[in-house]
């Protein structure tokens, strides 16, 4: 067995809907990982549909169109590292939210989320049937890899089970939206898991807008003991290769770039930008048009459209009153 393991993590942005232009940029991090010499890319949750699907994803056809989009590339990216992608599944009369892993032109493993959540903007009972918990699977004999998907990385029981059919590493496929403090939360639980069962962790989120939700991406790698090796930046996308070496405690991630953590502050006006650049972008409204009372709220409202999308795309109209200052009219 080789004593190395390089992983590429691809933190982007798909599109709900956009089944070809998802394809394409997975190829793409898929044929970045080639030439790192990678032996896997992963992707997010759910990514060759776009997150999160609502009703889409229960319409069939669209459902079977996202499986043979994921069909295309395994035979597309035959002859290179695996691909792990997050997408449909459809079993007989069920539908999942599963993890597929291709390499060599085949299907290697199929990962089906265990828990679904079902609170805040997450409807997925309704959505998803629950799929057992998989065992780890392994790429050309490489570490053994378990794979909690998103809300199975909050519950101990998945990682648990992982740990004791074998798995040397954990790889957290993830869609989760922003709220101010997450990047936190979510860290304080993931470090629980390597604490807890002994493997590192690689926890790979999504990034972008999507209606009201966006995923303000903040992947990271943590050892056991909680120890980070890695982290890439928060709202935007990155790709980032993280080597695993094996040693006689387990495999180890190595130290790579741990990307600054802005304030409270700045990743909430990030998160205003981004959402309104991504859902004009995303639904092909190029120009907004506001109308400005003169006082704060308003003036944010347009200094956030101009930097979303460029000055030359927001048309004001002054609407003044009693209250608006003598100089604005």
């Not at 067995?1 to 390089?6: A, D, G, L, T, V």
């Not at 229960?58 to 992608?85: N, Q, S, T, W, Y």
């Not at 101010?180 to 939360?185: I, L, N, P």
């Not at 981004?274 to 907004?288: A, I, N, Q, S, W």
Request: charged share 20%; hydrophobic share 40%; aromatic share 6%.
């Amino acid at each position: 067995m080789s004593n190395r393991f390089r992983l590429t993590l691809a933190q982007l942005n798909p599109t709900v809907g956009d089944l070809a232009g998802n394809a394409d940029k997975a190829r793409t991090a898929w044929e970045a990982a080639k030439s790192a010499g990678s032996d896997m890319v992963a992707l997010p949750e759910m990514f060759i549909t776009g997150y999160q699907t609502q009703d889409l994803v229960m319409k069939e056809a669209f459902a079977r169109d996202a499986m043979a989009h994921v069909d295309a590339l395994c035979a597309a990216c035959a002859a290179g590292p695996a691909m792990a992608i997050g997408g449909p599944l459809i079993q007989g009369d069920q539908l999942y939210n599963a993890y597929h892993v291709l390499k060599g032109g085949r299907l290697v493993a199929q990962v089906l989320k265990h828990h679904l959540p079902n609170e805040t903007v997450f409807d997925e009972v309704r959505l998803f049937t629950p799929g057992p918990i998989s065992g780890p699977f392994s790429v050309d004999n490489l570490t053994r890899i378990g794979t909690p998907i998103c809300e199975d990385a909050w519950h101990a029981d998945v990682s648990e089970t992982l740990e004791e059919s074998g798995a040397e590493l954990l790889l957290v496929p993830s869609g989760s939206p922003y709220y101010r403090g997450k990047y936190d939360t979510r860290l304080n639980h993931m470090e629980a898991r390597p604490v807890g069962t002994g493997q590192p962790l690689v926890y790979l989120n999504m990034v972008g807008g999507q209606d009201d939700q966006m995923f303000d991406g903040g992947s990271f790698v943590l050892n056991p003991g909680g120890a980070l090796a890695l982290r890439l930046p928060v709202h935007d996308e990155a790709l980032a290769e993280v080597t695993f070496e094996q040693t006689d405690e387990g495999w180890r991630a190595l130290s790579g770039d741990i990307a600054p953590l802005p304030d409270a502050w700045e990743q909430d006006y990030r998160v205003m930008v981004e959402t309104l650049r991504d859902y004009c972008g995303k639904t092909g409204f190029g120009k907004v048009l506001l109308g400005l009372s003169g006082g704060i709220d308003s003036a944010l409202e347009a200094t956030l459209a101009a930097a979303a999308l460029g000055p030359e795309n927001v048309r004001c109209v002054l609407q003044p009153s009693v209250d608006t200052s003598d100089l604005l009219l």
